[in-house]
């Protein structure tokens, strides 16, 4: 197995994470947010080919760079049909903010449970709270988790957006996340990473 290297960009209006891991000619991205462009360029630069976009929830601000970037490379996308209302909403101009549509896409359903990505165990993680498809992507040998919009640095997704709960939001920390290593590096869909291990005895909201 190459060893996956991780290229963090920060695109769109609201400034989301999109994490691409790759190979030495292979790639694989998690959320994309806004236009492609840096993406497309770093793509072009290292001569990878995309295989699959990741969707960790279907909000306006991960999913609208999904149909450019995917005409550009054939990359499939996959996201969790439980938030197909969310999808819905955000191309028809009905989602969050007010911001303009989201231009439409088709994606592959993607479930809980244990995919190889780029030769690599990823763990895919049913992890509602912040929308109720919202899908945590976990990675042991690399010791990364890619939650979305669940956790942040000692602060946790908002859950006042149609589908959130609350409840559910600290049940997916508890009982999916905070059981991983506690050296687990956790990359959000906003801002800086973090540790699990801080965020299980840290975070103000949802601890341990």
């Not at 995919?115 to 040998?141: D, K, M």
Request: aromatic share 10%; charged share 20%.
């Amino acid at each position: 197995m190459q060893d996956l290297q991780l290229k963090q960009f920060s695109i769109g209006r609201l400034v989301t994470n999109s994490y691409l891991l790759h190979n030495s000619s292979q790639a694989v991205l998690i959320d994309i947010g806004g236009e492609p462009a840096a993406v497309l360029k770093y793509l072009q630069t290292n001569k990878l080919e995309l295989l699959t976009i990741f969707n960790t929830h279907l909000h306006f601000d991960h999913v609208y760079g999904n149909r450019a970037l995917a005409e550009a490379t054939g990359a499939k996308i996959m996201g969790n049909e439980r938030d197909s209302f969310i999808k819905e909403e955000n191309v028809a101009g009905k989602g969050m903010f007010g911001l303009p549509p989201v231009p439409p896409f088709e994606f592959e359903n993607l479930d809980e449970g244990v995919i190889e990505v780029l030769g690599a165990e990823c763990r895919v993680l049913a992890t509602p709270g912040h929308t109720p498809g919202s899908l945590s992507f976990y990675f042991p040998a690399q010791n990364w988790i890619f939650c979305g919009d669940l956790l942040f640095h000692r602060a946790v997704g908002r859950t006042d957006f149609k589908g959130g709960d609350s409840e559910a939001l600290a049940e997916s920390l508890r009982g999916k996340v905070y059981t991983l290593p506690d050296d687990t590096i956790a990359y959000p869909g906003h801002d800086e990473e973090t540790v699990v291990g801080d965020e299980k005895r840290l975070n103000p909201y949802v601890r341990a």
